[in-house]
C-alpha cells in the first residue's frame, strides 16, 4: 500500500471510530436531546452526543459559526447548528455574522455563496463533495451564449448555482423570493435559470415571461402527482406542501406551494393536523420537533449530496480547517454584485 493510500485509510479509520459517551458528555448535551427525543431514537444519541460535545467546544475555541440547511440531519440541525434556514436565510446569515469561519452545513453552492458574501473569513464544507444536481446543470459559458441568443435581457439565476454562474447574471434569486425578483426588474420578459420547473411555477405568479433552462433538482423531480393523489385517497384530511421544485402536476395538486422557509411557517399557521410535505426527507423530522401535535407523513426522497455532511466530519472540518473553500476574486466580485441585489429583494409574504 502506498503512502497516500496508508494516509487515507488512517483518515477513513480515525473519521468512523466512535468518541466515548461518558455521564460528562450526558450531563452537557441533555438539553439539546431533550429537543429532538421525538425524531431521535436514544440509542443513536449515544452515538451523536460525543461529537456534538466536541463540536460545540471547538465551536468556541475557533470563533466558528455552523450554518445548517433545512435539509441537514436532526443531529446537525439541532445539535451543532447556530443558525438553520433556506439557502436565502443561510445567505443572509453568512453577510452578517462576526464569526472568523464558517462551517456550511449543506451542499457546495451554498458554502460558496457564503465565501462570496464574506471573502475576508475562512469558509468550510466538511465534504468538498457534497454537490448539487441543478447547480451542475449549467455553467458560465452556458449564460454567456444565452446571452447572445437573447440579447437585451436581464438574467435571474436560481441560487443554486456556482459561483461562476452566479457572476454572469445579473441578479440572484431563491425560492422564497423568485417571483420578487423577477418584477423587481421592471421589464417584460427575463432569462430564468436554471432550474424548469421553479421556473414554471413562477411564470404562473407573474405577468414577466420567462426564459428556462431543463435543469431539475434530483431530489424533487421524483416525485409525482400520482403519489399525491394516492396520499389523499388514502388521507383525505391530509394538508399537502411543496417545494416549487418539484414538477408541475405535484404542485397543482398541493394545498400550499412555498420555500422550505415558507413551508415551516405554513405547518404552524394552518392549524393542521396531519400534513405531508414534498420535500427532502429531514425536512420532516425537524419540523416535527417544534410541532409535537402534528403528525407527519413522510413520502421520502433523500438528498445523497446532504447526506454527505455528518457530524464526524464537521469535527474533522473544524479540527483541521478543512475543506477551504476558495472563489477566484474576479469571480467573486462579479458574484457578490448578484447576491447582495438578491438580498436587496424581500422575501415573499407567504413563500
Request: overall charge negative; glycine content about 6%.
Amino acid at each position: 500500500m502506498t503512502d497516500a493510500a496508508l494516509s487515507a485509510a488512517s483518515a477513513s479509520a480515525a473519521l468512523q471510530a466512535a468518541l466515548p459517551f461518558t455521564a460528562e458528555v450526558e450531563r452537557e448535551t441533555a438539553p439539546i436531546y431533550a429537543r429532538m427525543s421525538r425524531v431521535l431514537p436514544a440509542v443513536e444519541w449515544s452515538v451523536h452526543a460525543p461529537y456534538i460535545a466536541a463540536i460545540q467546544r471547538l465551536k468556541r475555541e475557533r470563533n466558528a459559526v455552523i450554518l445548517a440547511h433545512n435539509y441537514q440531519t436532526p443531529e446537525i440541525y439541532h445539535g451543532v447548528a447556530d443558525f438553520v434556514g433556506d439557502s436565502l436565510g443561510l445567505a443572509q446569515q453568512a453577510a452578517k455574522t462576526p464569526a472568523d469561519i464558517i462551517v456550511q452545513c449543506g451542499v457546495h453552492f451554498m458554502a460558496e455563496t457564503s465565501k462570496v458574501l464574506s471573502p475576508e473569513k475562512t469558509v468550510l464544507i466538511p465534504d468538498r463533495l457534497a454537490g448539487c444536481s441543478l447547480a451542475a446543470s449549467i455553467t458560465g459559458a452556458d449564460v454567456r451564449l444565452l446571452r447572445e441568443r437573447f440579447p437585451g435581457l436581464p438574467v435571474v439565476t436560481y441560487v443554486n448555482t456556482s459561483a461562476e454562474v452566479k457572476a454572469e447574471s445579473d441578479i440572484c434569486c431563491t425560492s422564497a423570493n423568485a417571483v420578487e425578483v423577477v418584477e423587481s426588474l421592471g421589464v417584460p420578459k427575463v432569462i430564468f435559470l436554471p432550474d424548469e420547473y421553479l421556473g414554471k411555477w413562477v411564470a404562473t405568479q407573474t405577468l414577466v415571461e420567462l426564459v428556462l433552462w431543463k435543469g431539475h433538482c434530483e431530489v424533487h423531480e421524483r416525485f409525482t402527482g400520482l403519489e399525491i393523489e394516492a396520499l389523499r385517497a388514502a388521507d383525505p384530511g391530509v394538508f399537502v406542501l411543496a417545494h416549487p421544485e418539484c414538477p408541475p402536476d405535484v404542485l397543482a395538486a398541493a394545498d400550499y406551494v412555498g420555500s422550505t422557509a415558507g413551508m415551516i411557517r405554513e405547518v404552524g399557521a394552518a392549524g393542521v393536523r396531519r400534513v405531508v410535505m414534498i420535500t427532502e426527507c429531514s425536512m420532516s423530522d425537524n419540523v416535527a420537533t417544534a410541532h409535537p401535535d402534528v403528525e407527519f407523513v413522510r413520502p421520502c426522497n433523500l438528498c445523497p449530496h446532504m447526506k454527505r455532511i455528518t457530524l464526524p466530519k464537521i469535527l474533522r472540518s473544524l479540527e483541521n480547517l478543512e475543506h477551504r473553500v476558495e472563489i477566484a476574486p474576479e469571480i467573486g466580485v462579479r458574484a457578490r454584485r448578484a447576491v447582495e441585489r438578491m438580498l436587496e429583494v424581500a422575501r415573499g409574504a407567504k413563500r
